[in-house]
Protein backbone atom coordinates (compact mmCIF):
# COMPACT_ATOMS: atom_id res chain seq x y z
CA UNK A 1 0.00 0.00 0.00
CA UNK A 2 1.03 3.39 -0.69
CA UNK A 3 1.08 6.41 1.51
CA UNK A 4 -1.72 8.28 0.46
CA UNK A 5 -3.96 4.66 0.91
CA UNK A 6 -3.20 4.14 3.88
CA UNK A 7 -3.92 7.35 4.84
CA UNK A 8 -7.47 7.32 3.39
CA UNK A 9 -8.20 4.34 4.64
CA UNK A 10 -7.13 5.21 8.17
CA UNK A 11 -9.47 8.29 7.94
CA UNK A 12 -12.51 6.72 6.95
CA UNK A 13 -11.75 4.19 9.76
CA UNK A 14 -11.44 7.00 12.45
CA UNK A 15 -14.74 8.86 10.65
CA UNK A 16 -16.84 5.73 10.86
CA UNK A 17 -15.73 4.62 14.15
CA UNK A 18 -13.93 6.85 16.05
CA UNK A 19 -15.53 10.18 15.98
CA UNK A 20 -19.14 9.63 17.41
CA UNK A 21 -17.63 6.78 19.75
CA UNK A 22 -19.22 6.65 22.80
CA UNK A 23 -17.29 4.38 24.64
CA UNK A 24 -14.32 6.52 24.51
CA UNK A 25 -16.56 9.92 25.29
CA UNK A 26 -17.50 7.21 28.56
CA UNK A 27 -14.00 6.06 29.11
CA UNK A 28 -12.62 9.72 29.03
CA UNK A 29 -14.96 10.81 31.98
CA UNK A 30 -14.00 7.56 33.87
CA UNK A 31 -9.90 7.13 33.00
CA UNK A 32 -8.75 10.16 31.81
CA UNK A 33 -7.34 10.34 28.13
CA UNK A 34 -4.31 8.02 28.80
CA UNK A 35 -7.07 5.13 30.18
CA UNK A 36 -9.41 5.77 27.22
CA UNK A 37 -6.23 5.36 24.93
CA UNK A 38 -5.00 2.31 25.89
CA UNK A 39 -8.43 0.77 26.08
CA UNK A 40 -8.22 1.70 22.31
CA UNK A 41 -5.21 0.16 21.58
CA UNK A 42 -5.73 -3.02 23.79
CA UNK A 43 -9.06 -3.90 23.59
CA UNK A 44 -10.82 -2.74 20.63
CA UNK A 45 -10.15 -4.22 17.12
CA UNK A 46 -10.77 -0.76 15.36
CA UNK A 47 -7.67 0.74 17.74
CA UNK A 48 -5.45 -2.55 16.72
CA UNK A 49 -6.59 -1.44 12.92
CA UNK A 50 -5.26 1.43 13.31
CA UNK A 51 -2.16 0.54 15.03
CA UNK A 52 -1.48 -1.77 12.37
CA UNK A 53 -1.87 1.13 9.75
CA UNK A 54 0.45 3.57 11.70
CA UNK A 55 2.84 1.09 11.49
CA UNK A 56 2.55 0.57 7.61
CA UNK A 57 2.76 4.32 7.66
CA UNK A 58 6.00 4.53 9.55
CA UNK A 59 7.81 1.71 7.36
CA UNK A 60 6.68 3.72 4.29
CA UNK A 61 8.14 6.93 5.94
CA UNK A 62 11.42 5.21 6.92
CA UNK A 63 11.82 4.00 3.51
S1 LIG B 1 -10.45 2.72 18.66
FE1 LIG B 1 -12.35 1.71 19.22
S2 LIG B 1 -12.84 2.42 21.29
FE2 LIG B 1 -11.28 3.75 20.45
S3 LIG B 1 -12.41 5.49 19.58
FE3 LIG B 1 -12.07 4.02 17.93
S4 LIG B 1 -13.87 2.71 17.91
FE4 LIG B 1 -13.85 3.80 19.86
Known amino acids: MDKVSVMKEIDEITDTYCTDCLIIR ?3 QKRGKPGAHKFCIESCT ?18
Open 26 to 28: DLR
Open 46 to 63: VGEQLQFLGQELMKIYEK
